[in-house]
């Protein structure tokens, strides 16, 4: 399972980056319609599952480089 995947309150999750499997299982499990990449490369892992699994896949990379 995803590492630190806790949930927030009734409609939201937060967690480490899901791989191809873990997205099966938080659609089928948990009903998740909607995933947050925060991670270019682990969200262009699992963008294609997402689109068959139909959930809305976004990704917002965020860059560590200026700090």
Do not use: T, W
């Amino acid at each position: 399972m995803i590492k630190r995947f806790i949930r927030v309150n009734k409609d939201l999750y937060r967690g480490g980056a899901p791989g191809v499997d873990d997205v099966f299982i938080l659609r089928k499990k948990f009903g998740i319609n909607k995933i947050v990449s925060l991670d270019q490369g682990a969200g262009d892992k699992i963008n294609e599952i997402c689109e068959k699994l139909g959930i809305e896949h976004i990704i917002i990379p965020l860059e560590f480089s200026n700090l």
